[in-house]
T-cell receptor, first 113, second 115 residues
């Protein structure tokens, strides 16, 4: 079942603008991860934020996590055409025996040159 | 270092046939997971292996099975193929038993089309 729900489903922006994507989830988590997928290819891990962290940065990426609202956001600053892709949040549930990621349906980002 | 390698990249099979997909994880990664991606259902977890043991299985019928070898390479098998099995099958490896601190590294996937 899908735990995460990304919002918006699709986003179109001009190169140089910032892109913000949101993710909501339903159960408690160990961590939340964001992945990028270029058309029909494999997923690329972008950033992982633990449940006890509130914000994390990596290059042009900024991720926030609000466990009280069970939500996260991914901000891509100064977007480039090469950022055009689908972005997925994925949660890693706590407890031994999980060992799986539960993905949202993704946000399709189009960056127009 | 080499990434996660999935073979073949593309596959066309007929309903009722069976198929085997292969995944070679990054050297040193002992956890291998499989995911199915379809337009309708999105990304869904199939199973996870560590040290040749299946530790978790998703909600898929018994036609879907897998195994892991002593060198951590993994295969998944789908028997009696149905049209709905058409999907991108993704393999992911991780350096740890659990991904508490690290993400997964995914392969480029195998695109299976059932006709």
């Amino acid at each position: 079942s899908q735990q995460g729900e990304e919002d918006p489903q699709a986003l179109s922006i001009q190169e140089g603008e910032n892109a913000t994507m949101n993710c909501s989830y339903k159960t408690s988590i160990n961590n939340l991860q964001w992945y990028r997928q270029n058309s029909g290819r494999g997923l690329v891990h972008l950033i992982l934020i633990r449940s006890n962290e509130r914000e994390k940065h990596s290059g042009r990426l900024r991720v926030t996590l609000d466990t009280s609202k069970k939500s996260s956001s991914l901000l891509i600053t100064a977007s480039r055409a090469a950022d055009t892709a689908s972005y997925f949040c994925a949660t890693d549930a706590p407890g031994a025996g999980s060992y799986q990621l539960t993905f949202g349906k993704g946000t399709k980002l189009s960056v127009i040159p | 270092k080499a990434g996660v390698t999935q073979t073949p990249r593309y596959l066309i099979k007929t309903r009722g046939q069976q198929v085997t997909l292969s995944c070679s994880p990054i050297s040193g990664h002992r956890s291998v997971s499989w995911y199915q991606q379809t337009p309708g259902q999105g990304l869904q977890f199939l199973f996870e292996y560590f040290s040749e043991t299946q530790r978790n299985k998703g909600n898929f019928p018994g036609r879907f099975s897998g195994r892991q070898f002593s060198n951590s390479r993994s295969e998944m098998n789908v028997s009696t193929l149905e049209l709905g099995d058409s999907a991108l099958y993704l393999c992911a490896s991780s350096i740890l038993p659990a991904t508490l601190d690290y993400g997964y590294t995914f392969g480029s996937g195998t695109r299976l089309t059932v006709v």
